[in-house]
């Protein structure tokens, strides 16, 4: 079996506590691998670290021991150039949708940052972001608006737009449907199963919906006191 | 008063005192240099508006030509405050660390200089020229405008949609030019008008005493000091430049406070980041 796409190997992170020496942890020995055209769920309560994890695969914080691997090869001995190809081809959708777009900005502007630094070669970006737009069922309008005049779930799902233009390999997605009703939510669940299956894309979810991720999963890892295991129950039944 | 009138008066005040001293030549009656013995304190007349000082010059003219020195260099010293004042800020409020160390070290030196003083010793020392006093006005202003950028900066730097970019491209440079300082900008106006503002005045008073701009040179500074001995005799000569002295910085640093609140208003809850 080749190597995974990604891999956590005993990772174990802690932050600095309010007294310069004291730190305090927030998960040891954390250990989870998502390979390529896999669905794999992160599900945990609130303040576990699910959404430090995801920050660290970026490095935009850093971890105590463990290792972080892409396709075998340690993220922290990555040539630049690698690394920005492994930046391109995992997009993440960050927690806060209200959070993800520079407030000044128009959103139009901001959903064509990606295509503009990852250099994306395309006959007209407009034509491509619509395309991407639709598939979430958003309008065009909605790109000559700032963020505050847009809702939590429209802002979800431009930020999962975002994500597509640049045809990632991996999607890392933090509650990335939490402001959507039912419906909708059904209709970005249906667009990840289908990226899945058409494109073979992999996928790294992370919900308190528990339904949700046990219809979506192909395998479910669950925090407990500090550390990460397998969800045995669930891949028994749903083994592929 | 509404703020949109506001506006317009500070503006229009700024523009009516530049225009006056970018026209000065074109403008003035007569020539704010030539000495004439026979017409000395002159009242106010219609060929001396404002009337003639000690050595019968026109104090009309010495007043519009007046500001020219000052708000040339003001100008000038404000904008290179500006742009080492938002290096530095932006170094050190974006790398942290001995970076930062360093930076607030090195800045906390110049906070902590008397500004008047300072400025007195560095023109005495190098001469008084428009050279000096630029020199003495970009160090004892940058520090400041560095002070709060840096907070900024470190405010915003953590932002998710910081993150998000980081992830596009982990490049400092374009990280903080095109998200975050934009985001500043608001603060950005209000810090250089004020600076600008208060260093008129600190030309004016370095003028004052005598260490600033030289007369015969017309400059507002040096009219005050000038008519001060007369004033019983002739008032006009000092409230003349006292009154454009007065609009000049206070117009300055009212124009940035109030373009600060319209855009607060103009992005009401948008700017949910400060
Ligand atoms: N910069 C930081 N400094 C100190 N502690 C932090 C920092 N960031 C996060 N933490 C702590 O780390 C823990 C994990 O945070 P994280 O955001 O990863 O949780 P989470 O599992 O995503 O929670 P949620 O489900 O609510 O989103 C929390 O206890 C949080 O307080
Ligand atoms: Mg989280």
Redesign the interface.
Known sequence: MSAPLIEFAQVTKSFAGPLTRSRHQVFANVSFTVHEGEIVSLFGPSGCGKSTLLRMFYQLTSWDSGRITYQGTDITSLPKSARREMHRAVQVVFQDPRNAFNPRWLIRRSMAEPLKLFKIVTTNHQTLIGEKLALLGLEDGLLDRRPHQLSGGQLQRLALARCLLVSPRCLLLDEASSMLDLSVQARMMELVKSLRTDEGISVLLISHDRDLVQAMSDRIYSFHDGTLSTDIAHTSDSSK | MSRDSALRIAAGMLIAVAAMSLLAPVIAPASPIAVDMSLRNAPPSSAHWLGTDTLGRDVASRVIYGGRGALAISFGATLISMVIGIALGSLAGWFGKFTDTAIQVFMSIFQGLPGLTISIAIVGVMGASNLSISVAMVATGWSGISRVVRSQIRNLRN???V????????APGYLIVR?LL??TMPTLVVLATQRMGRMILMIASLSFIGVGLQPPTPDWGVMIQDGRQYFAQQPWALLGPAVMLFIASFSVARLGELLRDRWDTF???????R
């Open positions: 932002e998710q949609f993150e998000a970019a980081k992830v596009y491209l982990p998200h934009p985001l992005s009401d809850d948008a700017m949910a980041v």
